[in-house]
């Protein structure tokens, strides 16, 4: 089993980078969903609410962010280091505040053009917690990027295709690895494999991480990555093979136990 591919989003729902290498930190891959949109309330802006997002490519440099879309001009956006932090929150459900710092009126306007709707973009200074631990299996501690609930998404190219085979057979085109948004992907492990991995370590290259839970899916699964159109599949179909407890699974969220860089190729070893 070896590590096929590496993905960062540095605005939480934007579009994908892809890497051959990535620093891992206890909070997620350097330079991963430390940035998000957040509306007049402050809870996060994501694909669930704009699919247009698909169409924001972020590209982080030291001490900030580059921002691009077609047809508007490129943004630098420096990483805040005045101004009063706001209290943010991923989610509206979510009960526990995060200091963020403000981008500036310019990334503000900017990003509200291009989705079409009063928004905020805040930079996470500090990872911090925003899920009680009671909240998840396998807490992650106190550092945790913007990420949904997981410092990061590992998906299996087996599982992906069996999902497909599934899509064939009631006549629908296949879908590919970008819509799962995982941070990790990996080959060489039998389809479905990575459920038997919950609750154990696993090591890839020179790095431990520990598998917490199998990741619920939602409507951003059905959102083409490159069009922003969305559908109604995989997730119909996923949901009728991989519904458990009312949850439509796909891939395993993982929380690092070493800091460290992280190369495609790497091979995923399972601890005894």
């Avoid at 934007?14 to 430390?34: E, K, M, N, S």
């Avoid at 999902?163 to 064939?168: H, Q």
């Avoid at 990996?186 to 389809?191: F, I, T």
């Avoid at 431990?208 to 899916?217: D, E, G, W």
């Amino acid at each position: 089993m070896r590590l096929r591919s590496i993905h960062t989003y540095p605005v939480k729902g934007c579009h994908r980078l892809d890497h051959d290498g990535a620093f891992v930190r206890p909070w997620g891959l350097a330079g991963d969903r430390r940035w998000m949109v957040v509306d007049a309330d402050g809870v996060g802006v994501t694909q669930r609410d704009t699919t247009r997002l698909v169409g924001l490519h972020a590209t982080v440099r030291p001490g900030g962010l580059v921002l691009r879309a077609a047809g508007r001009p490129d943004l630098d956006v420096p990483e805040p280091t005045a101004g009063d932090p706001v209290a943010v929150r991923t989610f509206r459900h979510r009960t526990i505040p995060v200091p963020a710092l403000p981008a500036g009126r310019a990334a503000d306007e900017w990003l509200g053009a291009l989705l079409g709707r009063p928004v905020r973009l805040v930079w996470l200074a500090r990872p911090t917690r925003h899920l009680a631990a009671e909240d998840r299996d396998h807490d992650t501690g106190d550092e945790v990027s913007f990420a949904d609930a997981f410092p990061l998404l590992l998906t299996n190219t087996a599982s992906l295709d069996v999902l497909n085979d599934w899509l064939a057979e009631v006549g629908e085109p296949p879908v590919p690895m970008t819509r799962f948004r995982p941070n990790l992907v990996v080959d060489g492990a039998p389809a479905w494999a990575e459920d038997d991995w919950v609750g154990r370590s696993l090591r890839i290259g020179d790095l431990r991480f520990r598998a917490a839970r199998p990741c619920a899916r939602c409507v951003v699964t059905t959102t083409d990555q490159e069009t922003g159109v969305r559908t109604k599949e995989p997730l119909r179909t996923l949901g009728r093979h991989r519904n458990v407890q009312q949850k439509i699974l796909f891939g395993l969220n993982l929380v690092p136990l070493d800091s460290g860089p992280l190369a495609v190729g790497a091979a995923l070893v399972l601890a005894p």
